[in-house]
């Protein structure tokens, strides 16, 4: 049994300790502060093989050629390792392994056997899955079928899409062929080699917050219920594992079982990772691919332009990458994969990520910068409004004046203006205390226990972005921004549902768990109860 400090927590010694028989189980002690080198378990390339790119399609810009997007990352989340691998959070508990190592098993002199009881850790971490997914859902329903108290082994990812509409969408329920509408989107989930916490402040959080807070803007500019087009919010949950969320709407429309189908589509604007500018810049990616179309290469050329002057009198410079470089990995490729649709995706890096920890534990508050005055309370935390709140906010105002350009909106957009005190709560929200006073007014008073206990003064929060918040905070506070339909016509929720089944999740003792556990109607799967405790053996 081995306590590896956080700093050494590597893929070079993970994989050695993968390769003797020695070791049955690995407790990590998280470094306090991030190693500075960076540290990100995910793929150099994420979600390869999955996005608009391959060898059919695009084959020079296949497999991230000539541009790695995660520099930093060291696969090791897509490793299966014969051991229960657990995360120390609290250094407490750190403490008290190193002084039972040291009392019982240091030998008193050079040479000598430590003296008998010695100092033993055990790791309990029972997961079930094991084989494929096939196997395990047979199993599994094989248990279900015959068994009085059936051991359920595996389950489906299971969650939920949100989206929302600037107007209602009329009686039928659908979008008639000719209308167009601009849609608005990004991811809000995270993940990490470890159960349970997956922060996600700058690969998620710092970009929904901002869709939020442009959404509040919008809906309060002047005629913009009169606008021309409509513009659609949509928040994909599950883009970790091969852009499931995105890849269901997609089908969804496909198959006519949503309001619109992809022609409608006018204009897709994503919000990528946006937390960490160099010099208030962002970049706009395009898909030089579908930009051989002259008709959507002009579209794409009025959406940048509409972008570029919506940026005019802002503290955010735009930019735009070379012509021939490809998308970042964004859900806007799984749209493209089924139709050429004129879109933007907006990020603060051109080429690599800015973020060294990248679906890792350590992509925390501190990582985009947030801090706060000492001897603040948490009620004046949640009201104090931090740089990186004023930054967000200005990325907020400049997507909600080209929204409302975009959407056919006429003359000046310099009154559309984000609510800085919104996005610094919702930050606040989301990445240190669920359960605050303004999270709590949001929802309903039988749904306040999802907020969960607060955890403000932990540095990695103990749960993923948003897990109790989600399924509930940001349909709440799209519902009560006026204008913002609470429910559709033939649609009695803004939830669109997804599943999925992964057959590379069933391996056997697979270490990390996926993002927003809480808020599925069905738990991720392998199934796991795990605790560790001291004794003398």
């Known amino acids: 049994m081995i306590l590896l400090n956080g700093s050494l927590f590597s893929r070079e010694i993970l994989m050695q300790l993968k390769g003797t028989s020695r070791i049955s189980g690995l407790a990590v002690a998280a470094a306090s502060p991030a190693p500075s080198q960076g540290f990100s378990p995910g793929l150099k390339c994420p979600n390869d093989g999955f996005g608009l790119y391959s060898e059919q399609h695009g084959p020079e810009y296949a497999h991230c050629n000539g541009s790695i997007w995660n520099p930093w990352g060291s696969g090791v989340s897509y490793e299966d390792f014969p051991f229960p691998i657990f995360l120390l959070q609290d250094a407490n508990e750190t403490e008290v392994i190193k002084e039972c190592f040291r009392a019982h098993n240091v030998p008193a002199a050079a040479g000598a056997a430590p003296r008998f009881p010695l100092c033993a850790m055990q790791l309990q971490s029972h997961m079930h899955a094991a084989a494929s997914t096939v196997t395990c859902m047979r199993r599994s329903s094989l248990q279900s079928t015959f068994s009085i108290n059936p051991e359920i082994v595996c389950d489906p990812l299971l969650d939920y899409n949100v989206w929302s509409s600037l107007k209602p969408i009329n009686a039928s329920g659908k979008v008639e062929p000719e209308q167009r509408l601009i849609l608005a989107a990004t991811r809000v989930d995270s993940h990490s080699f470890f159960w349970n916490v997956a922060p996600g402040a700058e690969a998620a959080v710092g970009s929904f917050v901002s869709l939020l807070a442009a959404a509040q803007a919008l809906q309060a500019a002047p005629g913009a219920l009169q606008l021309p087009r409509n513009v659609l919010f949509v928040f994909f949950q599950g883009e970790t594992f091969d852009y499931i969320g995105s890849s269901r709407l997609v089908f969804d429309m496909e198959q006519e079982k949503f309001p619109l189908r992809l022609e409608n589509i006018g204009a897709f604007l994503e919000l990528g990772q946006v937390s960490l500018r160099n010099d208030s810049v962002l970049w706009m990616h395009t898909d030089p691919i579908s930009r051989q179309n002259q008709s959507v290469d002009s579209q794409v050329q009025n959406l940048l332009d509409v972008l570029l002057s919506s940026s005019s009198g802002s503290n955010v410079s735009l930019q735009e990458p070379e012509n021939s470089q490809p998308l970042p990995p964004s859900s806007f490729q799984r749209f493209l994969r089924s139709r050429n649709i004129p879109g933007v995706v907006l990020s603060d890096h051109r080429t690599a990520f800015h973020n060294r920890y990248f679906q890792s534990i350590y992509d925390t508050a501190e990582n985009i910068r947030m801090s706060y005055p000492e001897g603040l309370t948490p009620e004046e935390r949640l009201e104090f409004v931090t740089d990186t709140a004023k930054a967000l906010a200005e990325v907020s105002t400049l997507l909600a004046r080209a929204l409302f350009s975009l959407a056919g909106g006429t003359g000046s957009t310099e009154s559309i203006k984000a609510d800085p005190k919104t996005v610094t709560r919702l930050l606040y929200g989301f990445l240190l205390n669920s359960n605050n006073s303004w999270f709590q007014s949001l929802i309903k008073p039988d749904q306040k226990g999802i907020l969960g206990e607060a955890t ?6 103990a749960f993923p972005a948003g897990i109790p918040t989600f399924p509930t905070v940001i349909p709440a506070f799209l519902s009560i921004i006026p204008s913002f339909p609470a429910t559709i016509p033939s649609w009695n ?36 109860h795990s605790h560790f405790s001291m004794f003398p053996h």
């Open 456 to 461: 403000l003064e932990s540095n990695i929060p």
């Open 493 to 528: 929720s803004h939830f669109s549902k997804w599943d999925s089944h992964l057959s590379w999740l069933s391996f056997p003792f697979f270490p990390f768990f996926p993002f927003f556990q809480a808020c599925s109607p069905s738990t991720m799967w392998p199934y796991s």
